[in-house]
């Protein structure tokens, strides 16, 4: 049988239909997190304009609302990394990364535990019980554990501790107009509800292909932070069709997903830092350019707000508040035609009044 090639200008739209930015969707917030498997959070609200850039008449009190009735939690699942998720699928993911956990607890250069020979099990009751009497900050909980641990250090004993624990943080932080420390508690006490027991990665990997595919095992391993995926793709292989990309590579994917055509279109959108539509393939070409992908990931970490022009990563925005006064900065990385401009503009009044900042200024810099 022939294998389609997949070129990267149809694979973004593809991605695009999947990711649900080739128009605003009438669904509800908590729907669109789990069709995502998870937005990453590491910033507390970027997630917001995520969902607004995604869903019609999306409104902050909606996620506020999820998070206060423990619908939705943030905690850390792929790649070892903060990610807002359904309760339901916080309990099912946590299990399925947990070799990510295991994996750093020793080695981490910075809070590992290093050639401590601290007992794992009484690590955790203790931090179990702890944490089911109040949220606690990592400063405090760590602060809390050496009592019962002494000589050890402190921010390893709370860093131990998040590895080895499903560790949520909880309201106020990440409640939308308000702030709050990230102080956390057990996703089991949090939810009321056991973690599941399912560690094979395969419904997990189905489910990725369902909003980020088709892809490759290493765009797999990429999204999800895990390694060995061959096996499982080998195990799920009679399920999937497989299509190539212009290299010669393997795309895994569902057989009834949507396949837009490369002239689909694509309107302007602006996307939040971290925006997992940049994170969740090893190779990024299908969305951003090697060397614009140089712009957006800092050095240390940061992923920077973006937007799309005709499908593509196109420049960087950012607002900022002084003396009352609200900007847009838009920075395209080219001279973008006058009716992409006038596109930008327009989106751009959208998004300011979102952020509650009707007739604010819009700069092009």
Request: hydrophobic share 45%; with cysteine; glycine share 8%.
């Given at each position: 049988?022939?294998?389609?090639?997949?070129?990267?200008?149809?694979?973004?739209?593809?991605?695009?239909?999947?990711?649900?930015?080739?128009?605003r969707?009438?669904?509800?917030?908590e729907?669109?997190?789990?069709?995502l498997?998870?937005?990453?959070?590491?910033?507390?609200?970027?997630?917001?304009?995520?969902?607004w850039?995604?869903?019609?008449?999306?409104?902050?009190?909606?996620?506020?609302?999820?998070?206060?009735?423990?619908?939705?939690?943030?905690?850390?699942?792929?790649?070892?990394?903060?990610?807002?998720?359904?309760?339901?699928?916080?309990?099912?993911?946590?299990p399925?990364?947990?070799?990510?956990?295991?994996?750093?607890?020793?080695?981490?250069?910075?809070?590992?535990?290093?050639?401590?020979?601290?007992?794992?099990?009484e690590l955790?009751?203790?931090?179990?019980?702890?944490?089911?009497?109040?949220?606690?900050?990592?400063?405090?909980?760590?602060?809390?554990?050496?009592?019962?641990?002494?000589?050890?250090?402190?921010?390893?004993?709370?860093?131990?501790?998040?590895?080895?624990?499903?560790?949520?943080?909880?309201?106020?932080?990440?409640?939308?107009?308000?702030?709050?420390?990230?102080a956390?508690?057990?996703?089991?006490?949090?939810?009321?509800?056991?973690?599941?027991?399912?560690?094979?990665?395969?419904?997990?990997?189905?489910?990725?292909?369902?909003?980020?595919?088709?892809?490759?095992?290493?765009?797999?391993?990429?999204w999800?932070?895990?390694?060995?995926?061959?096996?499982?793709?080998?195990?799920?292989?009679?399920?999937?069709?497989?299509?190539?990309d212009e290299?010669?590579?393997?795309?895994?994917?569902?057989?009834?997903?949507?396949?837009?055509?490369?002239?689909?279109?694509?309107?302007?959108?602006?996307?939040?830092?971290?925006?997992?539509?940049?994170?969740?393939?090893?190779?990024?070409?299908?969305?951003?350019?090697?060397?614009?992908?140089?712009?957006?990931?800092?050095?240390?970490?940061?992923?920077?707000?973006?937007?799309l022009?005709?499908?593509?990563?196109?420049?960087?925005?950012?607002?900022?508040?002084?003396?009352?006064?609200?900007?847009?900065?838009?920075?395209?990385?080219?001279?973008p035609?006058?009716?992409?401009?006038?596109?930008?503009?327009?989106?751009?009044?959208?998004?300011?009044?979102?952020?509650?900042?009707?007739?604010?200024?819009?700069?092009?810099?």
């Open positions: 049988m022939e294998i389609t090639t997949l070129n990267a200008r149809r694979l973004n739209r593809i991605l695009l239909e999947r990711q649900l930015l080739t128009r969707h009438m669904m509800p917030a729907a669109a997190i789990a069709h498997v998870g937005m990453q959070a590491q910033a507390p609200h970027p997630p917001y304009t995520g969902l850039t995604r869903l019609a008449d999306f409104d902050p009190a909606e996620l506020s609302d999820l998070l206060t009735t423990r619908r939705v939690v943030r905690l850390g699942l792929m790649r070892g990394t903060v990610h807002l998720v359904t309760a339901s699928d916080c309990l099912a993911l946590r399925v990364v947990q070799s990510i956990y295991d994996a750093d607890l020793y080695r981490n250069a910075t809070h590992g535990l290093g050639d401590s020979k601290v007992d794992l099990d955790v009751a203790a931090g179990r019980e702890l944490m089911a009497e109040r949220p606690m900050t990592a400063k405090a909980l760590g602060l809390a554990l050496v009592e019962r641990f002494p000589d050890e250090d402190p921010k390893a004993l709370a860093h131990a501790l998040r590895s080895q624990a499903a560790l949520v943080q909880v309201p106020p932080r990440a409640l939308w107009g308000r702030s709050g420390q990230a956390c508690t057990t996703a089991e006490h949090w939810l009321g509800r056991p973690l599941g027991t399912e560690t094979a990665p395969d419904a997990t990997l189905l489910r990725y292909l369902a909003a980020f595919g088709p892809a490759t095992v290493a765009d797999m391993q990429a999800s932070g895990l390694g060995g995926l061959r096996a499982a793709i080998d195990r799920l292989r009679p399920e999937l069709t497989v299509y190539r290299n010669g590579r393997d795309l895994f994917d569902l057989p009834d997903a949507p396949l837009p055509e490369e002239d689909a279109p694509a309107p302007v959108r602006f996307l939040p830092e971290f925006d997992n539509l940049l994170l969740s393939h090893a190779n990024r070409a299908r969305v951003i350019s090697d060397e614009d992908r140089k712009r957006v990931f800092t050095v240390n970490g940061i992923i920077r707000a973006t937007f022009i005709d499908g593509f990563v196109a420049g960087m925005w950012r607002l900022t508040r002084s003396g009352g006064t609200t900007t847009l900065d838009i920075e395209p990385f080219r001279e035609s006058e009716s992409d401009r006038s596109a930008l503009a327009e989106e751009g009044s959208r998004l300011l009044t979102f952020h509650g900042a009707d007739g604010a200024e819009i700069r092009f810099v």
